[in-house]
């Protein structure tokens, strides 16, 4: 009885380990097609991603292009004010000295102050 109980189960064991080994066999198969279907939807969204990033960059690039003209234009203007301003005050500065300068050496002459 012991023999035949022993029999029995080596014949599940053996059923069972082939049945496994062809079912994996089929499996391994599919596993490859689906590595290769994972591995183009991969490279599809690196594609995808890649497209994203470089549309992005172009953005940022166009932006920091138009804030760099806008606060250069903006700088160029203060600028120029600024030059007029101290062109303005140097011209007023010069005439001020000339008066002094003509009314110390009218003074210095006896002349009366004119200016």
Do not use: F
């Not at 109980?5 to 064991?13: E, F, M, P, Q, S």
């Not at 700088?75 to 303005?88: I, N």
């Amino acid at each position: 009885m012991t023999k035949s109980i022993t029999r029995n189960l080596l014949a599940a064991g053996l059923a069972v380990a082939l049945v496994s080994g062809i079912a994996h066999g089929q499996n391994a198969g599919q596993d490859t097609k689906a590595a290769g279907h994972a591995t183009k939807d991969a490279a599809v969204d690196t594609g995808h991603a890649t497209k994203d990033a470089a549309k992005d960059t172009g953005h940022a690039s166009k932006r920091a292009y138009h804030k760099t003209k806008r606060v250069t234009k903006k700088v160029a203007h203060k600028t120029e004010y600024a030059t007029k301003d101290a062109g303005h005050d140097t011209k007023q500065a010069a005439k001020t000295t000339a008066h002094r300068t003509e009314n110390a050496g009218d003074a210095i002459a006896g002349k009366p102050d004119q200016h």
